[in-house]
């Protein structure tokens, strides 16, 4: 069984930063896949934030978050995080990493997941 373990959550002001990490146990799963980032709001759908194809370092992210938050990956820690920065009430959700994504032509953010982290609460207030 794959874990997937995300830590980072907080709650911050609007304009100010967080970085999320997310550990995977499986190293065969992590360097051959997508790993990514998702967030889910109450009374929303749960939905792509930012990934990162392993094996070439294709990074990809939701047009909302373009030029504000960053993924990055360390391979040889199987981990990747998630730098966000001037940070809006909008960005307040539950963050899920999620493992194993299978790259599709649109690349890792619509890649079917198999393993999902518990989540971390980031919370922005105006």
């Known amino acids: 069984q794959v874990r997937v373990e995300e830590s980072g959550g907080a709650s911050v002001q609007a304009g100010g930063s967080l970085r999320l990490s997310c550990s995977t146990s499986?190293?065969?799963?992590?360097?051959?896949?997508?790993m990514g980032w998702f967030r889910q709001a109450p009374g929303k759908e749960r939905e792509p934030v930012a990934a990162?194809?392993?094996?070439?370092?294709?990074?990809y992210q939701a047009d909302s978050v373009k030029g504000r938050f960053t993924v990055s990956a360390d391979n040889a820690k199987t981990t990747i995080d998630l730098q966000m920065n001037n940070l809006e009430p909008d960005d307040t959700a539950m963050y899920y990493c999620?493992?194993?994504?299978?790259?599709?032509?649109?690349?890792?953010?619509?890649?079917?997941?198999?393993?999902w982290g518990q989540g971390t609460q980031v919370t922005v207030s105006s």
């Open positions: 999620a493992a194993g994504g299978r790259l599709i032509g649109a690349g890792c953010l619509r890649a079917a997941y198999g393993y």
């Open positions: 499986d190293e065969y799963t992590y360097m051959r896949n997508c």
């Open positions: 990162i194809y392993i094996p070439m370092g294709n990074k």
